[in-house]
T-cell receptor, first 112, second 112 residues
Framework: NAGVTQTPKFQVLKTGQSMTLQCAQDMNHNSMYWYRQDPGMGLRLIYYSASEGTTDKGEVPNGYNVSRLNKREFSLRLESAAPSQTSVYFCASSRGGKETQYFGPGTRLLVL | DQQVKQNSPSLSVQEGRISILNCDYT??????FLWYKKYPAEGPTFLIS?????DKNEDGRFTVFLNKSAKHLSLHIVPSQPGDSAVYFC???????????FGTGTRLQVFP
């Protein structure tokens, strides 16, 4: 039981490049989330998926897209990376929308 | 507009003593509060939570207190141990929806 896994662990991009961050959970959770963590800002919600087949915007969705591929997987895509997207990205999942969220280990992204 | 505030960025406590981490919030519609603990290069892990209908919840060395009139939340760790050294995030959930609003975190250092 690996919990929530994220790939890659670390990535360097040039401005304008695109990439997809992958997230998978093996806890049979219904809800999944993407957060970013920046110094002095705490964790901010980018997008979430309350259940398979649905996605909604969080606090800071601009510049990102998401796909809930199936119940296990929730990916985050940066179509044209910007230096302001340099951050640590965390994926999380929960059994239901009101349940405790469990986090993955994070992806460190550096955009030059 | 920071709805959940952790005004102390850091706290240093001697091993065996009590650690008290504080959190203030502005939205009276929050119905659930959580504390997460985060080690470097890892994702946040759930520590303890409290419903807005309670004023105290205890789990081993960890106790969370909620003062609704003051819109204040605190986490007590007794006795503190070196392994408790981490960043602690307070989070709150609005009554409607699935989002969590996180504070900016407090770095706790427990020294021998």
């Amino acid at each position: 039981n690996a919990g929530v896994t994220q790939t890659p662990k670390f990535q360097v991009l040039k401005t304008g490049q695109s990439m997809t961050l992958q997230c998978a959970q093996d806890m049979n959770h219904n809800s999944m989330y993407w957060y970013r963590q920046d110094p002095g800002m705490g964790l901010r919600l980018i997008y979430y998926s309350a259940s398979e087949g649905t996605t909604d915007k969080g606090e800071v969705p601009n510049g990102y897209n998401v796909s809930r591929l199936n119940k296990r997987e929730f990916s985050l895509r940066l179509e044209s990376a910007a230096p302001s997207q340099t951050s640590v990205y965390f994926c999380a999942s929960s059994r239901g929308g009101k349940e405790t969220q469990y986090f993955g280990p994070g992806t460190r992204l550096l955009v030059l | 507009d920071q709805q959940v505030k952790q005004n102390s960025p850091s706290l240093s406590v001697q091993e065996g003593r009590i650690s008290i981490l504080n959190c203030d919030y502005t939205n009276s519609m929050f119905d659930y509060f959580l504390w997460y603990k985060k080690y470097p290069a890892e994702g946040p892990t759930f520590l303890i939570s409290i419903s807005s209908i309670k004023d105290k919840n205890e789990d081993g060395r960890f106790t969370v207190f909620l003062n609704k009139s003051a819109k204040h939340l605190s986490l007590h760790i007794v006795p503190s141990q070196p392994g408790d050294s981490a960043v602690y995030f307070c989070a709150a959930r609005p009554g409607i929806g699935v989002k969590l609003i996180f504070g900016t975190g407090t770095r706790l250092q427990v020294f021998p």
